[in-house]
């Protein structure tokens, strides 16, 4: 086994190590200062820009990866004290109007005509920072974390201006220094320019990023060598104050109208410019989007994503340690606790901390502290939480990082809660990236700590893909014990091993109207801690056709084996249970269509059909969206579900239907309207947000909420939400 270990890592040091520190480009350009007055106008018409070196013969990256784009764009950049600037010039000599989805910020990159940047301030091909234009000058702006990740919840100041002319569109950038972060006195940064010429079916970039990478993927840039080393820009300081009212009105349980208010804020504080501490007292998250309904026909808990803003930003720094399905930190734990009926209630936040950033050029932390409040009526004491993380480079782009998770009962309850008075853990993480991004691998071993747990409370796995333009290899082990407990992480199932071997096969033809012909085979095989019983086992064979219009179809036929740890219901209806201990193995075909991306009217569909435990499962989802370009959409999304068991089995139609109203009156006034009716948890929910962003990261959000019985549309609680948020920079 020894022998195995020593290979394993000296097979990870050769592949992770390749060119440590910055290799020979092609792509360099050397950035100069300016002390003419820019105005943001859209027009490249101040002497400064045509001092600055002109960025031009932009590569495709589909459909025909190399060539040199058929639309072309120049770019170039300067800088002044406060400021780094960037201007394009986007060719378009295609007839017809640019395609853009909506007036809406944070956009969809694919779904649009968009100019990007990627700017990687860090010497690591792993973090950074994403902003995108369209030609209605529509912003995006993200964080880039593990190299390609863009988090869009990020909200900053930076500026723009887009001038459209009959052949080309012209894009102007000012990004203030204050809004990146980054280390003192480096001499470069990295960056790379990115095209999506959705007219023309075309992504291109001026450094060319393969086919089968990510458009915006900080391991394919150039270098942006700077003629004197950016230096701090003096105080940094953001206070997000914010107030809020509702009104509330549960008529399931007959109870008075309540109304209440609250204040707060939200403050980042720029302690190096790599390094930012946030603060939030008395955090109010009343105006976060509702959660998309899931049917649940699993055995297990369902993922739910963060959606609460303190939580998103880097968030990659505290919630990507292991895996999907073991995350030693999920943070919708915090401030969600079950009372002494079971059931899961809200549990206010009085304050939290978060310290996270670069400390140096290779040395990443993270540092989070949350107090939750005392809630004598349902019996549930305070809570204190706290992360602290470390992510430490190795080579290239590799590192090695460690999370340390503490929950602690603070103010305990006599015959409240019976949680034991604390949870921690304790993991160490490494991450592989080889320079070329053709290396991929996560390798961990966590740990937990419980009073009332001995004995077996570790996880660990192994994960490795090596993925080239034709092919795509994956290994994936894990090793979770029976009493590994991670109470503030995401952990579904405990007491297995896992081994997950897949495969694609890729072909890409030549002119033609096929993009891609993709083949995959898929293994997925759980047993017990002991490696005696087979619990799950599933295959899978995949065929997907993808055409140069967007449109696709996915063919999958699928074989799945189940042992059953406790009695089940396949229905989740309440009926008559599978015994504990029986097994069942079932086979299931389907196919997937989705239609052109860049029409008004798209349509995805899915449509399943075999075998389901001891009976039949058809299942069907549809998802109809007609675009009001550029004012919004409206969209109408259905699932059913028809299971047929055997007597004295409950046999049941599940539906989930959604419609959907996005409009953007104006790219500052936004409105949201969805109602969700599912019959497996009987109930329809309406949901309508408006968003008046009236300043940069300035908001002011109406929002009103019903819940009703399907029946007879009898209303279960209601709600109304006015809440104003104002970010000053100090």
């Known amino acids: 086994m020894k022998y195995r270990l020593v290979f394993l890592l000296f097979f990870v040091s050769i592949v992770a190590r390749g060119q440590n520190g910055r290799a020979d480009s092609d792509h360099e350009v050397n950035i100069f200062k300016t002390n003419e007055s820019i105005k943001i106008d859209g027009r490249l018409d101040e002497p400064a820009w045509k001092e600055a070196k002109k960025l031009t013969s932009f590569r495709q990256q589909f459909p025909d990866e190399g060539d040199l784009a058929s639309q072309q764009t120049e770019v170039k950049i300067m800088y002044d004290k406060n400021f780094l600037y960037i201007g394009a010039r986007l060719h378009d000599t295609t007839e017809g109007p640019h395609i853009i989805s909506s007036l809406r910020r944070d956009y969809e990159f694919d779904d649009n005509d968009a100019f990007a940047v990627a700017i990687g301030p860090f010497d690591d091909g792993m973090n950074g920072f994403?902003?995108?234009?369209?030609?209605?000058?529509?912003?995006?702006?993200?964080?880039?974390?593990?190299?390609?990740?863009?988090?869009?919840?990020?909200?900053?100041?930076?500026?723009?201006?887009?001038?459209?002319?009959?052949?080309?569109?012209?894009?102007?950038?000012?990004?203030?220094?204050?809004?990146?972060?980054?280390?003192?006195?480096?001499?470069?940064?990295?960056?790379?320019?990115?095209?999506?010429?959705?007219?023309?079916?075309?992504?291109?970039?001026?450094?060319?990023?393969?086919?089968?990478?990510?458009?915006?993927?900080?391991?394919?840039?150039?270098?942006m060598n700077w003629d004197n080393p950016i230096e701090p820009q003096g105080p940094n300081i953001a206070i997000i104050p914010y107030t809020s009212g509702q009104t509330v009105k549960n008529h399931e349980a007959g109870t008075p109208s309540q109304q209440d208010g609250s204040i707060g804020f939200d403050a980042k504080i720029a302690i190096t410019p790599a390094l930012n501490l946030d603060l939030t007292v008395n955090p109010d998250f009343s105006t976060v989007e509702v959660d998309q309904q899931q049917t649940n026909l699993d055995r297990f808990e369902l993922f739910f994503p963060e959606r609460r803003q303190f939580f998103l930003e880097n968030a990659d720094l505290f919630g990507d340690f292991g895996f999907t399905n073991i995350r030693p930190f999920f943070s919708r734990r915090i401030g969600l606790v079950s009372d002494t009926l079971g059931r899961t209630r809200e549990n206010r936040i009085l304050y939290g901390a978060r310290l996270n950033g670069k400390?140096?050029?290779?040395?990443?932390?993270?540092?989070?502290?949350?107090?939750?409040?005392?809630?004598?009526?349902?019996?549930?004491?305070?809570?204190?939480?706290?992360?602290?993380?470390?992510?430490?480079?190795?080579?290239?782009?590799?590192?090695?990082?460690?999370?340390?998770?503490?929950?602690?009962?603070?103010?305990?309850?006599?015959?409240?809660?019976?949680?034991?008075?604390?949870?921690?853990?304790?993991?160490?993480?490494?991450?592989?990236?080889?320079?070329?991004?053709?290396?991929?691998?996560?390798?961990?071993?966590?740990?937990?700590?419980?009073?009332?747990?001995?004995?077996?409370?570790?996880?660990?796995?192994?994960?490795?893909?090596?993925?080239?333009?034709?092919?795509?290899?994956?290994?994936?082990?894990?090793?979770?014990?029976?009493?590994?407990?991670?109470?503030?992480?995401?952990?579904?199932?405990?007491?297995?091993?896992?081994?997950?071997?897949?495969?694609?096969?890729?072909?890409?033809?030549?002119?033609?109207?096929?993009?891609?012909?993709?083949?995959?085979?898929?293994?997925?095989?759980?047993?017990?801690?002991?490696?005696?019983?087979?619990?799950?086992?599933?295959?899978?064979?995949?065929?997907?056709?993808?055409?140069?219009?967007?449109?696709?179809?996915?063919?999958?036929?699928?074989?799945?084996?189940?042992?059953?740890?406790?009695?089940?219901?396949?229905?989740?209806?309440?009926?008559?249970?599978?015994?504990?201990?029986?097994?069942?193995?079932?086979?299931?075909?389907?196919?997937?269509?989705?239609?052109?991306?860049?029409?008004?009217?798209?349509?995805?569909?899915?449509?399943?059909?075999?075998?389901?435990?001891?009976?039949?499962?058809?299942?069907?989802?549809?998802?109809?969206?007609?675009?009001?370009?550029?004012?919004?959409?409206?969209?109408?999304?259905?699932?059913?579900?028809?299971?047929?068991?055997?007597?004295?089995?409950?046999?049941?139609?599940?539906?989930?239907?959604?419609?959907?109203?996005?409009?953007?009156?104006?790219?500052?006034?936004?409105?949201?309207?969805?109602?969700?009716?599912?019959?497996?948890?009987?109930?329809?929910?309406?949901?309508?947000r408006f968003q008046w962003r009236f300043r940069p990261v300035s908001d002011l959000f109406i929002v009103y909420t019903d819940n009703y019985f399907p029946e007879n549309l009898q209303v279960k609680n209601r709600s109304l939400v006015l809440k104003f948020s104002y970010w000053f920079n100090i």
């Open 359 to 688: 400390v140096g050029d290779d040395l990443r932390v993270g540092l989070l502290n949350m107090q939750t409040e005392k809630e004598d009526g349902i019996g549930v004491p305070g809570q204190n939480f706290t992360v602290a993380t470390f992510q430490q480079k190795m080579f290239t782009r590799s590192n090695i990082a460690g999370i340390f998770v503490n929950r602690q009962t603070t103010n305990a309850i006599e015959g409240g809660s019976t949680a034991p008075a604390y949870n921690r853990l304790v993991g160490l993480d490494y991450n592989l990236a080889s320079p070329d991004n053709k290396w991929n691998g996560i390798f961990f071993v966590h740990r937990t700590f419980s009073p009332h747990l001995d004995g077996n409370e570790y996880s660990h796995a192994s994960y490795l893909r090596y993925n080239i333009r034709n092919w795509e290899l994956n290994w994936n082990h894990e090793f979770v014990g029976e009493h590994f407990n991670a109470e503030v992480g995401y952990v579904p199932r405990v007491g297995y091993w896992r081994f997950e071997p897949n495969a694609e096969f890729r072909v890409f033809p030549l002119k033609s109207g096929i993009l891609a012909h993709r083949f995959k085979i898929y293994y997925n095989l759980y047993k017990d801690v002991n490696f005696d019983l087979k619990t799950d086992e599933q295959i899978t064979f995949n065929y997907r056709l993808e055409f140069k219009n967007t449109s696709y179809l996915n063919f999958r036929i699928y074989n799945q084996f189940i042992y059953l740890f406790f009695p089940f219901d396949p229905t989740r209806t309440g009926g008559e249970q599978l015994a504990e201990g029986s097994t069942v193995s079932y086979t299931r075909a389907g196919i997937t269509y989705g239609s052109d991306a860049r029409k008004q009217l798209n349509l995805y569909s899915s449509a399943y059909y075999g075998s389901f435990y001891n009976g039949k499962r058809y299942f069907a989802r549809n998802e109809l969206i007609y675009r009001i370009q550029p004012y919004g959409s409206v969209s109408l999304f259905t699932e059913f579900n028809r299971i047929a068991l055997p007597d004295p089995y409950n046999t049941a139609n599940l539906w989930l239907v959604g419609p959907r109203v996005e409009l953007s009156f104006t790219d500052q006034l936004f409105l949201s309207t969805f109602i969700q009716y599912n019959n497996q948890i009987d109930n329809i929910n309406l949901n309508a």
């Open 130 to 223: 994403y902003f995108s234009v369209n030609p209605l000058n529509i912003q995006t702006e993200a964080l880039i974390t593990n190299g390609n990740n863009l988090e869009i919840v990020w909200d900053n100041f930076w500026f723009s201006d887009v001038q459209v002319f009959e052949d080309y569109w012209e894009v102007e950038i000012a990004i203030p220094f204050k809004t990146l972060r980054f280390t003192t006195g480096t001499e470069y940064w990295k960056i790379n320019f990115l095209r999506n010429d959705l007219k023309n079916f075309e992504t291109s970039s001026w450094v060319p990023v393969p086919i089968n990478q990510s458009i915006a993927h900080l391991a394919f840039t150039g270098f």
